[in-house]
């Protein structure tokens, strides 16, 4: 299973970025998947996250700026970031709780390569 993030850049306060991520493989079906994102400096700290069934949850920092959302045919999340703040500088990574794959395997935490999202002020 390989996640691949894209969409990431630099952008000015005030504007809006379209983060995607693609999961590849012989998939099954996808659990929970989730945007984290990590600061220099700082722990990694989930950022939003929707299950297979499209309920989604965000962070206070990002609520009402931020929305993240899914296509299970594509196996793909995404997260719609408005009203950018310099604090929303990091590198974004995305995860799945869990991806069955179609041998009948299942692999459990699988994280994708990060995408860096520079909010110049």
């Known amino acids: 299973v390989q996640l691949v993030e894209s969409g990431g850049g630099l952008v000015q306060a005030g504007g809006s970025l379209r983060l995607s991520c693609a999961a590849s493989?012989?998939?099954?079906?996808?659990?929970?998947m989730s945007w984290y994102r990590q600061a220099p400096g700082k722990q990694r700290e989930l950022v939003a996250s929707?299950?297979?069934?499209?309920?989604?949850n965000h962070a206070d920092s990002v609520k009402g700026r931020f929305t993240i959302s899914r296509d299970n045919a594509k196996n793909t999340v995404y997260l719609q970031m408005n009203s950018l703040k310099p604090e929303d500088t990091a590198v974004y990574y995305c995860?799945?709780?869990?991806?069955?794959?179609?041998?009948?395997?299942?692999?459990?935490?699988?994280w994708g390569q990060g995408t860096l999202v520079t909010v110049s002020s």
């Open positions: 493989g012989s998939i099954v079906s996808i659990g929970t």
């Open positions: 995860n799945a709780d869990r991806v069955v794959l179609s041998a009948g395997t299942v692999r459990f935490d699988c």
């Open positions: 929707v299950t297979r069934g499209g309920n989604a």
